[in-house]
């Protein structure tokens, strides 16, 4: 049983070996390819569900349609390392904290949208003043792109005072449609708070293509604060833009009363909704007017108006999804909106002006003070699904109207996480796999250790039944040769005694004998279960060998040599009782069976063999018993793992040899 034990112990220690070492593999395997393989499972699924959960509160990057500014595009390279830089003069100093750079957007035949043109290394400088120097306050490189994106890349970086910015381009890109270098962005918001202090500001390049605003190019585009985006808040109720109904007159106004006075700097005012068709079925200036003039005042007349600011569309490269203004501080608690040039109208026979937009925004120390206040208009509206409420409730088509700041920090938020997603979730996937691979294996390990299992009990059980054979084979051949040789040699000496009963002394020898031999029956007998394990047994295997051919050959002429003694000390126990028994049970059958009157006896020790030789002069083997070996002896020899002959002898009789090949893990200690 203890084998058994020790060969499942040995079997499920290589078993467990075999699969630590798979599992090390495959995430060591794992560990050089992705850095979330530090991360738990469980760490990555909270990951993921974090993930999911904070893509639904985020802005969704609904994309501009029809025709409008594009960007700035520097002159086109073939070496990408020649650098080229943007500065933006702002008006006067700020406290900047945060630059978003808003990249190009092509659309590619193969990956739908993706930036065109963004630059793959760069870096932020500012300055104040007329310090060309500057300091640079962030840097960009390529692993930090996350490619291919559409949204924007948000920089937050420590607040310093400044009055100019220059973004400094290292390392260009290749456009989309020809493989040529070039600098490309569309728009470049610079935070102080929540201010986008770089709107409608001075822009210098170290290169341009086009020199001509009314093309989709142009440097001014840059911060004209038309971004290729639509606000599409995850959050919040759509609505619908306010239009009037056609024919509101040359200067049709939209009177805004903010209820107490403000001190307003800005104004947005967001365009009608785009149709939801492809194409779309109006163009994205609809209803807004050509020219518009912004005025302020206290008193609800206008008596005391102050112009705010105004705007004007040039072309169609000056209009967008939101028209942005800044303006200096003023204090005025009435807004009017006044459009000297309106839209003009026409479709199916219906003509004449209108005025129509999706929200108006003023703001007061980046609050929209404007919000929840009800407009006045002197004309009618298209109905009610066009109220004059909707161009100040703060919300779109999509939802809710988010601050400039937040939204374009969702966005580049949204892109993060999408990035990360699919590399925790193929990172999770992978596990699985590999967690499937591993159980099977498991698998395999566990059915092939159950196999040694079973194997391994019946082996046992057969080595129990064997061994149980080997003692009934032990047990019998002891008695046999130890008590059987012992009782023969006792009915000898009775014999003896019975002739000597006339000489004492010689008696008293005989009797003394019987007397040692019954004392050595009894041990034997004690020890017959155990024999070849017991202790005072055949310790000296001479002087036993001498001993019992003494007792056994009294009557009979015996020579007993030995060669080789030193080497019979490292014989183990076993073997020297087996040798022993051997031997006696050969003196028996030539006592039994040969009617000899001389035995010969050598034993041969050396590292090599051990050879054992018993040979008498008696009436030796018939032709029928020729090669024949008594079974006592050849079931002992059998027990010695040794080989045994029995040949006629030269001179008559017979001769017996037994031979003991080297082994030390059955013959010697």
């Known amino acids: 049983m203890r084998t058994a034990f020790f060969l499942v112990t040995i079997t499920a220690v290589v078993v467990t070996v075999i699969y630590l070492a798979a599992t090390t593999f495959h995430a060591e395997s794992a560990g050089a390819t992705s850095s979330l393989s530090k991360l738990s499972g469980q760490t990555l699924q909270q990951r993921l569900a974090t993930i999911d959960n904070s893509l639904k509160s985020l802005a969704t990057p609904s994309m501009r349609t029809g025709i409008g500014a594009v960007g700035f595009r520097s002159w086109p390279k073939r070496d990408r390392t020649k650098g080229e830089w943007i500065q933006i003069n702002l008006a006067e100093p700020a406290t900047i904290d945060q630059v978003v750079l808003v990249p190009t957007i092509w659309r590619d035949t193969a990956n739908?949208?993706?930036?065109?043109?963004?630059?793959?290394?760069?870096?932020?400088?500012?300055?104040?003043?007329?310090?060309?120097?500057?300091?640079?306050?962030?840097t960009f490189s390529a692993d930090e792109s996350h490619?291919?994106?559409?949204?924007?890349?948000?920089?937050?970086?420590?607040?310093?005072?400044?009055?100019?910015?220059?973004?400094?381009?290292s390392v260009l890109s290749p456009r989309g449609w020809d493989g040529m270098y070039v600098l490309q962005l569309s728009e470049i918001l610079i935070f102080s708070g929540?201010?986008?202090?770089?709107?409608?500001?001075?822009?210098?390049?170290?290169?341009?293509?086009?020199?001509?605003?009314?093309?989709p190019w142009h440097k001014d585009y840059l911060v004209d604060g038309f971004v290729p985006y639509l606000i599409d808040a995850s959050e919040g109720t759509k609505s619908l833009a306010y239009l009037s109904m056609v024919g509101v007159g040359d200067r049709p106004e939209i009177v805004i009363d903010l209820e107490r006075k403000q001190r307003i700097n800005r104004i947005h005012?967001?365009?009608?909704?785009?149709?939801?068709?492809?194409?779309q079925s109006v163009p994205e200036d609809f209803g807004f007017p050509r020219e518009l003039i912004i005025e302020g005042a206290n008193l609800e007349d206008f008596s005391d108006a102050i112009r705010l600011t105004d705007y004007e569309i040039l072309s169609d490269y000056h209009s967008g999804p939101i028209v942005m203004r800044r303006f200096p501080e003023a204090e005025c608690r009435y807004v009017r909106l006044v459009a000297t040039q309106p839209y003009y109208y026409s479709e199916?026979?219906?003509?004449?002006?209108?005025?129509?937009?999706?929200e108006i925004e003023i703001f007061s120390n980046g609050v929209n003070v404007a919000k929840g206040k009800t407009p006045s208009v002197e004309y009618k509206t298209s109905g009610p699904a066009r109220n004059i409420?909707?161009?100040?409730?703060?919300?779109n088509l999509f939802g809710k109207i988010l601050p400039h700041k937040q939204w374009l920090g969702e966005l580049a938020r949204r892109h993060d996480l999408e990035y990360e997603r699919p590399r925790i979730a193929g990172e999770l996937n992978e596990r699985y796999l590999r967690q499937k691979a591993n159980l099977r294996l498991l698998s395999w390990l566990v059915g092939l250790l159950g196999f040694i299992i079973v194997c391994t009990v019946l082996f046992e059980r057969t080595l129990r039944q064997r061994a149980v054979f080997q003692m009934r084979e032990q047990i019998a051949a002891d008695l046999h040769d130890e008590l059987g040789a012992n009782l023969h040699a006792i009915g000898l000496l009775g014999d003896l005694v019975q002739k000597a009963s006339d000489s004492p002394d010689r008696l008293s020898s005989l009797v003394r004998q019987i007397r040692d031999l019954t004392q050595r029956s009894g041990a034997a007998t004690r020890y017959c279960t155990n024999m070849l394990e017991s202790t005072g047994l055949f310790e000296d295997l001479v002087n036993d060998m001498r001993r019992t051919?003494?007792?056994?050959?009294?009557?009979?002429?015996?020579?007993?040599?030995?060669?080789g003694e030193e080497h019979l000390q490292d014989l183990r126990p076993r073997t020297r009782t087996g040798l022993f028994l051997f031997y006696k049970e050969c003196l028996t059958n030539i006592l039994k069976h040969s009617h000899a009157t001389r035995v010969t006896t050598e034993?041969?020790?050396?590292?090599?063999?051990?050879?054992?030789?018993v040979t008498d002069n008696g009436r030796g083997l018939s032709d029928s018993q020729t090669a024949t070996v008594p079974n006592s002896l050849r079931r002992r020899a059998r027990l010695l793992r040794a080989k045994v002959s029995v040949v006629p002898a030269p001179g008559g009789g017979t001769e017996v040899t037994l031979i003991l090949h080297p082994n030390r893990f059955t013959i010697f200690r």
Do not use: C, K
């Open 194 to 215: 929540i201010e986008n202090v770089a709107l409608r500001q001075e822009v210098s390049v170290s290169s341009s293509r086009e020199s001509r605003p009314a093309t």
């Open 549 to 563: 051919s003494a007792r056994l050959m009294a009557d009979f002429e015996h020579e007993l040599t030995f060669s």
């Open 603 to 613: 034993l041969h020790a050396i590292p090599g063999e051990l050879r054992l030789t």
């Open 112 to 138: 739908r949208y993706r930036e065109d043109g963004f630059p793959e290394e760069f870096r932020i400088r500012v300055g104040n003043g007329v310090d060309d120097e500057g300091t640079v306050v962030a």
């Open 389 to 395: 409420s909707a161009l100040t409730d703060g919300h």
């Open 348 to 358: 199916n026979d219906l003509s004449g002006t209108r005025i129509g937009f999706a």
């Open 147 to 169: 490619s291919p994106r559409v949204a924007p890349v948000v920089i937050a970086i420590h607040p310093v005072v400044a009055d100019w910015i220059r973004i400094e381009a």
């Open 269 to 279: 005012l967001h365009s009608i909704d785009q149709s939801d068709t492809v194409p």
